[in-house]
Structures are given as C-alpha cells and as structure tokens.
C-alpha cells in the first residue's frame, strides 16, 4: 500500500507550540495569585496630623512676659463708644445695645497672657441682696504695642454684655444706686486674675434716658408702658 505523501509543515507549527501553552499557564497563575498579593499589601501610614489651629484663627501671640503673674485693668464702654479704665467711686454708663434691654459692656486691658482665646467674665452685683447679674465670653485682646492687650472699642462682642435691665433681679433702682463690678480673665493655661470696683451705674443716653430709669426701676414690670 503506497504511503501517503508528508504535508509540509508550516511555519510557526510543531514544537513552537510548546512554549507558547506554557507562558499561557505562567500567565493565569500570576492572574490567579494577583489578589493574595493584594491582600498581603499593608496600608499605607497614616498622614501626620496637624497640631489643631488657634482658636478663631488668631495668631496675636503673648503679651508681656511670659511665666509672670496675669496683670489687668478694668474698662468700660461708655455712651460715646469709647472705653475708659474703671475705679471706684466710679459711674458706670448702661448701654442699649443691640439685643434690647439695658447691659454694662465690661472690658479688660491685660498682659501676662496670650492674646488668644481668653475667657473673659463679668458680673454686677448688689451688695445689699448679694443677688448677680453675670456674662461670661471667649475673646481675643487686641495688642496695644506696649506689652498689653485690650477689649476693642469698635467691637462689642471683646466686652462682657452684663445684661442689668428690664430690672426683676434687684432690690433697688439700677441706675444711682452704688453697685459692684467683678472683672475676671482666664488664659488658655487655666491662669486667672479678677479685679473689683465699686461703682454707680448711670442712665447717661440722653436719647434713651427716660425708657432706662423706667426698665431699670425697682419694682418694673415685663411690658409695663414707660413715658
């Protein structure tokens, strides 16, 4: 019987195929292993953290020296927007701010202290009853350039708002009667200072006077009608 004849072999045929099912299988084991390697990965590190900003944003610094006692002064917005130190014996003017109502606006002058994020306090008190009217606030003291910082006359929100009228809290008239002022700070270390004075609070808005000695009266009454 005749033996058939031998098809020629083409080109890339044969033993070619060899090599090429074994970069097939190398390929499908590293497809098959890709997910273990991607659980074996660690996380990256965490990002370092930023140290939290200053309060509000305030980069005012420190004031005078630092380690020595917290030194401070007592003010007080008056009638003509302008703030002035407090002493005894003192008038102390009640403003109609913009909430209603009749309050004192309490401010410090400072050194000693960073000028950020100061807890300032203020109160009146009757020295007859021992009743209290008191505002406590964050602010940040302005630098005045010596070495101290200051409540900000054009700002309100540096004062305390004492709120002292419509008067259901004493037993006398608010306005010409003689009162005390109590001034504290706290610096954000926890130090403290507090000043006192003896004071007479005034109706002295001459636009506002007669609403101010009735709402501040002893003995006024919620909606009571001042002429």
Known sequence: MARSAALPRRPGMGRARGPSRRAGAALVALLL???????????????????????GGCKLGYLGEEGADIRMEV????????????????????????????????????????????????????????????????????????????????????FANVGVCPNNWSGRNIFDEDYEVVVQVKDREGRM?????????????????VECRCICKHGYILGEACE
């Open 193 to 209: 200072a507090k000043e006192v004075r003896q004071v007479r609070p005034a109706c002295n808005e001459p636009e506002f006077e």
């Open 75 to 158: 003010i007080a917005l008056g009638s003509s927007d302008a703030a002035r130190p407090v002493s005894d014996g003192d008038g102390l003017d009640i403003i109609m701010p913009p909430q209603g109502g009749r309050v004192l606006f309490l401010g410090v002058r400072a050194t000693n202290l960073g000028a950020c994020g100061v807890q300032l306090s203020g109160s009146l008190r009757d020295p007859e009853s021992g009743r209290v009217m008191s505002e406590s606030r964050t602010v940040n003291l302005k630098p005045t350039g010596d070495g101290w910082g200051a409540s900000v006359d054009a700002d309100i929100s540096t």
């Open 33 to 55: 292993a890709a997910p273990a390697c991607g659980d074996d990965e660690q996380p990256p590190p965490p990002e370092e953290e930023e140290p939290p900003p200053v309060e």
